[in-house]
């Protein structure tokens, strides 16, 4: 299984960036989805939550700026962030709880992470 993301980049403060994560790989079903971050020296955090049924989580700090979404035909997860601050700055991560065809228990996977640098 990979856990692939994209569409981090630089963006000025205000503005906005669509994360996707992509999930491939033998999989027979997806369950819970995240996003985390890590910035330099921080623990790394989580960000935003969706069920395979689609209730979402997310972190006070970005409650009504980010909106995590997915698209279970694609395997894929978004992360639509919003007025964009300097503090967003951080290395972000797709998580995945996912079984693979053939076994029994499902484990987590994560992906190597996208770079989103929030600056002026």
């Known amino acids: 299984v990979q856990l692939v993301e994209s569409g981090g980049g630089l963006v000025q403060p205000g503005g906005s960036l669509r994360l996707s994560c992509l999930a491939s790989?033998?999989?027979?079903?997806?369950?819970?989805i995240s996003w985390y971050r890590q910035a330099p020296g921080k623990q790394r955090e989580l960000v935003a939550g969706?069920?395979?049924?689609?209730?979402?989580t997310y972190a006070d700090s970005v409650k009504g700026r980010f909106t995590i979404s997915r698209d279970n035909t694609k395997n894929t997860v978004y992360l639509q962030m919003n007025s964009l601050k300097p503090e967003d700055t951080a290395v972000y991560y797709c998580?995945?709880?996912?079984?693979?065809?053939?076994?029994?228990?499902?484990?987590?996977?994560w992906g190597q992470g996208t770079q989103v640098t929030v600056s002026s």
């Open positions: 969706i069920t395979n049924g689609g209730t979402t």
């Open positions: 998580n995945a709880n996912i079984l693979r065809g053939g076994y029994v228990f499902p484990r987590d996977y």
């Open positions: 790989g033998g999989i027979f079903s997806i369950n819970a």
